[in-house]
Nanobody, 121 residues
């Protein structure tokens, strides 16, 4: 089993910055794609950004140019640097990882517990 532990988040003023971290631990063979989703009240969960093992990253349009996702494969950790934050970025941010177990070809999705990001206007 893999555990994803998130850190960062909290309250920030509009225009400010925050950095989220998510570290994977436990027993696994390899971690493939890692990324972040977010969910605002009464809205569906949406993909914010993800990053492959080769550092190829994708972003949802609303955060492109403001957020940067990165990863440290040696530490099995993914980061989300959020700049120029807006009130509409307020949400619970969830880390996820595509995990491959030893002896298996497929992967499963592991999720963090979520961390609240609140941007005040």
């Amino acid at each position: 089993q893999v555990q994803l532990v998130e850190s960062g988040g909290g309250l920030v003023q509009a225009g400010g910055s925050q950095r989220l971290s998510c570290a994977a631990s436990g027993t696994f063979f390899r971690i493939h794609t890692m990324g972040w989703f977010r969910q605002a009240p009464e809205k569906p969960r949406e993909l914010v950004a993800n990053i492959l093992t080769g550092d190829s990253a994708t972003y949802t349009d609303s955060v492109r140019g403001r957020f940067t996702i990165s990863r440290d494969n040696a530490k099995n950790t993914v980061y989300l640097q959020m700049n120029s934050l807006k009130p509409e970025d307020t949400a619970v941010y969830y880390c996820y990882a595509e995990v491959q177990m030893a002896g298996l070809r497929g992967t499963y999705s592991a999720w963090g517990q979520g961390t609240q990001v609140t941007v005040s206007s």
